[in-house]
Structure formats: C-alpha cells, structure tokens
C-alpha cells in the first residue's frame, strides 16, 4: 500500500538547492516523514525526519506543508556525491509497538549533473 | 562501531542449493530486519526481530526462505533449495528501540544460476 508519492526521476546541476517532492495525502495524524537515500551498490542511509515542523540537519532540510499532506526534502549544494535514489516514508513513531519496520516505495532517482 | 556486517559480499550458487546469509548487527541493538531488493520490486522487508524474536515474517515469500537471530549479535537467512527468481541484493539493518534510524549493512549479492 503505496502511502507516498515521488517522482521517478529529477536531474540537478552541482551546486544548486536540489528540491526533492512527496505527497503524503493520507498520512496520520501520528505519522512521521522519514527519508533515506541508496547510492548505487550501498545499503540506504537515514537522512532525516520529521513529524510537522521544519527540520534541518547536516545533510538536508525537510519542509512540511501545514496540512502536512506533502513535503520537501532539500539538498542545499547538491554535490556529485548527492546522486542516489531517494525515499520518502511515512510511519508512525518507532516507540509504538509494531511500528519499527520501514516499508519503501519506488524513490526517486536523482542525478547531480556536473 | 563497524556498522551492520553482511557476509558474504557476492553469493553466485546454482539453482537447488542451499544458500546462508549472515549478518552481524550493530552492538546493542534490539531490532534486526532482512530486506530484499531487486530491479522489479524494489526494496521488501522480508522479516524482522526485536530482541532475538521474530516480529513480522509476513514478507517471507514461501517456506523455502528462513531466518533465524540464535543471539543478539548474529542473524541468518537461510534459502533452501534455491532459484534464479532469488537472485537480488539482500539487506540486513539494525535499530534501536525508540531510535528512528535504520543502520543498514552493504548487502549480499546474490545470483542463483
């Protein structure tokens, strides 16, 4: 059961802000947003997550609309090392029971081009 | 910490054989998934545990496939006998209680001739 949607694919040139979409329309009121991202030939990476406010961190920031039922992962200075595919998932808190398990989609597959 | 320790790296076995991945979790950690991925289906769970117990095996796809986590540092999955439609990229991840990220190891490449 698909609960988000992203684009397959986006393109970015290095340096710029990489704006990456995902909607979320059905999402609970106790669900978080999570993405990670999977570099070819690596077991995906935690990027980060967010439950209605804006987060940032060391690697990107995530911007959730009010309503909640879309998001923004950025990628400030994308570099080429920032081409991977991209997930975004919603889930509940992992402190409830049952909730621990990740479900992925498609991703979008982003490319940093030079 | 070493991170999430698959082995082996690259499986290649013929159809009908047994075939044992392993996986070494980060130390500490209560929960332990194994997921699959290929170019089709994309990234499945498959099964996970908390605490050496298995939680959610609904991602099993048939009685060929097992694992097991005898203790907290060491899981396997085992596919017995084998087919080419097992062929993918297995993953093993760890988590904390409570901890929203998932560590996950490199992977074991598997081709089943």
């Known amino acids: 059961d698909a609960k988000t949607t992203q684009p397959t694919s986006m393109d970015c040139a290095e340096g710029r802000a990489a704006n990456l979409p995902c909607n979320h329309s059905?999402?609970?009121?106790?669900?978080?947003v999570y993405w990670y991202r999977q570099i070819h030939s690596q077991g995906p990476q935690y990027i980060i997550h967010g439950l209605k406010n804006n987060e940032t961190n060391e690697m990107a920031s995530l911007i959730i609309t009010e309503d909640r039922k879309s998001s923004t992962l950025i990628l400030p200075h994308a570099t080429l090392r920032d081409t991977a595919v991209y997930y975004c998932i919603v889930r509940p808190s992992p402190l409830i029971q049952g909730a621990q398990k990740l479900v992925f989609g498609q991703g979008t597959r982003l490319t940093i081009n030079p | 910490d070493a991170g999430v320790i698959q082995s082996p790296r690259h499986e290649v076995t013929e159809m009908g054989q047994e075939v044992t991945l392993r996986c070494k979790p980060i130390?500490?950690?209560?929960?332990l998934f194994w997921y699959r991925q290929t170019m089709m289906r994309g990234l499945e769970l498959l099964i996970y545990f908390n605490n050496n117990v298995p939680i959610d095996d609904s991602g099993m796809p048939e009685d060929r496939f097992s694992a097991k986590m005898p203790n907290a540092s060491f899981s396997t999955l085992k596919i017995q006998p084998s087919e080419p439609r097992d062929s993918a990229v297995y993953f093993c991840?760890?988590?904390?209680?409570?901890?929203?990220?998932?560590?996950f190891g490199s992977g074991t490449q598997l081709s089943v001739l």
């Open positions: 059905t999402i609970s009121g106790n669900e978080y």
């Open positions: 130390s500490g950690h209560d929960y």
């Open positions: 991840a760890s988590s904390l209680i409570g901890n929203e990220k998932l560590f």
